[in-house]
């Protein structure tokens, strides 16, 4: 059983073409968050969700929107594709103590791999 | 500001002999720290985490890593390094009161020769 998984796992697209990426966990978890992996493997968080409450809004271009439909779903929604959006999204979801303390550990999905051409 | 500075891009080791990953840390506040592996392909994996208590903490695989205040360091260590622990390890840090938001390190490129 999957924990986190992410939907596709490989995208293919024109430039200008607008795209999604859905995300499910399954672990009980309140938080949730869109990751970006460039070429060179660096990692910069995009998003964070609280219980469906945005959190965490970086400085991302207005074409990206994510959207929690529930606590269990993030997704992420791209317009207008450009060529410096290709890169691999990760997910990932991460659970807050009972006495709301940080305990950390975020459980990443495999990635969706997207090329824009 | 927070940031993860990892000096090496490849860390190169010889099956069997000790391996260690260099992170240092800036943040205001007390720092949160964090190690990540990733295999190819792969989404990121906990390893272990340092937020309070003891300095020297113990994660998954045999790994470990040490919190050093003075040194701002969390460099990640192995007694005895495994083929299969070749991968690319993330250093990571938040500070209590931003601890939602996880800036990691650009990542070390760990080989281990059989």
């Known amino acids: 059983d999957t924990a986190v998984s992410q939907t596709p796992k490989y995208l293919v697209t024109q430039m200008g073409n607008d795209k999604s990426i859905k995300c499910e966990q399954n672990?009980?978890?309140?938080?949730m968050y869109w990751y970006k992996q460039d070429s060179k493997k660096f990692l910069k968080i995009m998003f964070s969700y609280n219980n469906k409450e945005l959190i965490i809004n970086e400085t991302v271009p207005n074409r990206f929107s994510p959207k929690s439909p529930d606590k269990a779903h993030l997704n992420l929604h791209i317009n207008s594709l450009e060529l410096g959006d290709s890169a691999v999204y990760f997910c990932a979801s991460s659970q807050y103590g009972i006495e709301r303390e940080y305990t950390g550990e975020l459980f990443f999905g495999e990635g969706s791999r997207l090329t824009v051409l | 500001a927070q940031s993860v500075a990892q000096p090496e891009d490849q860390v190169n080791v010889a099956e069997g002999n000790p391996l260690t990953v260099k992170c240092t840390y800036s943040v205001s506040g007390n720092p949160y720290l964090f190690w990540y592996v990733q295999y190819p392909n792969r989404g990121l994996q906990f390893l272990l985490k340092y937020i309070t208590g003891d300095n020297l903490v113990k994660g998954s695989y045999g790994f470990e890593a040490e919190f050093n205040k003075s040194q701002t360091s969390f460099h990640l260590k192995k007694p005895s390094a495994l083929v299969s622990d070749s991968a690319l390890y993330f250093c990571?840090?938040?500070?209590?009161?931003?601890?939602?938001?996880?800036?990691f390190g650009t990542g070390t490129r760990l080989t281990v020769i059989p």
């Open positions: 990571a840090v938040t500070h209590e009161t931003g601890a939602n938001n996880l800036f």
């Open positions: 672990l009980g978890h309140d938080t």
